[in-house]
């Protein structure tokens, strides 16, 4: 199983509201990590968390919450956003780092709108 | 710092035919891995292949063969016979070894992608 499976598929969302991601994988895989994905351009790497740690934040705005309650599952939360923060947004996860141990397996994202 | 080009914004064959997707990489570290990725419209990226820098053997698997130099830091992806079905935007992604506790080798630098289009 090379699942990483992300709730929901689709979601709009006024600039008030909270609201948040939801992202589990069954592989055993130790990082996790959140990418933002505007339309037309590559995946931009977001959050890293290695060992359930947060390992990396590439400067991300407080208005975006990564959580990990255990080594299965990453959330995203989302307060206060912008419209411009409409983007597809890809959950990952790999045995350790990308490098020689193995690769990122890539959810099949959430397309978010803000309203 | 490390970078991923991909010269080629679209290409659009007709079905059967070869493609060939490039791409142009730059580090500064020894050890290295290169990745290809598959984005079809639903939006999941699909990983293909992984090299590390030590291995400069090309590889082939069905109709999909890469195409590994370093002496050009190339690592380039070839579709033969192309389908329908492989209408997608492929990128291309390094990975700098770094240190395992935790650094740079858990980012993954993408190109900008390669809007393949297969008519029929």
Redo the contacts between chains.
């Keep these: 199983d090379t699942e990483v499976t992300q709730t929901p598929k689709h979601l709009v969302m006024g600039m008030t509201n909270k609201k948040s991601l939801k992202c589990e994988q069954h592989m055993g895989h130790r ?1 996790m ?1 959140w990418y933002k994905q505007k339309a ?4 931009e ?1 977001m959050f ?1 968390y ?1 060992y359930e740690k947060l ?2 934040n590439e400067s991300v705005p407080s208005r975006f919450s990564p959580e990990c309650p255990n080594s299965s599952l990453l959330n995203l939360h989302l307060h206060a956003l912008q419209p411009e923060d409409s983007a ?1 947004y ?1 959950c ?1 996860s790999s045995l ?5 141990w ?8 959430t ?1 978010l709108t803000v309203v | 710092a490390q970078k991923v080009t991909q010269a080629q914004t679209e290409i659009s064959v007709v079905e059967k035919e070869d493609v060939t997707l490039d791409c142009v990489y730059e580090t500064r570290d020894t050890t290295y891995y290169l990745f290809w990725y598959k984005q079809p419209p639903s939006g999941e990226l699909v990983f293909l292949i992984r090299r590390n820098s030590f291995d400069e053997q090309n590889e082939i698997s069905g109709r999909y063969s890469w195409n590994f130099q370093k002496s050009t830091s190339s690592f380039n992806f070839t579709i033969t016979a192309s389908q329908v079905v492989d209408s997608a935007v492929y990128f291309c992604a390094l990975s700098e070894g770094g240190d395992r506790s935790g650094g740079s080798n858990y980012k993954l630098t993408f190109g900008k992608g390669t809007l393949l289009t297969v008519n029929p």
């Excluded at chain 1, 037309?40 to 995946?43: A, T």
């Excluded at chain 1, 350790?96 to 020689?100: D, F, L, N, P």
């Excluded at chain 1, 193995?102 to 994202?109: I, V, W, Y």
Aim: charge should be positive; charged fraction near 15%; aromatic fraction near 10%.
């Design positions: 990082a990590y037309k351009k590559p995946p790497l890293v290695s390992s990396i597809l890809l990952a350790s780092g990308t490098g020689a193995t690769e990122a397996f890539f959810g099949q994202g397309r």
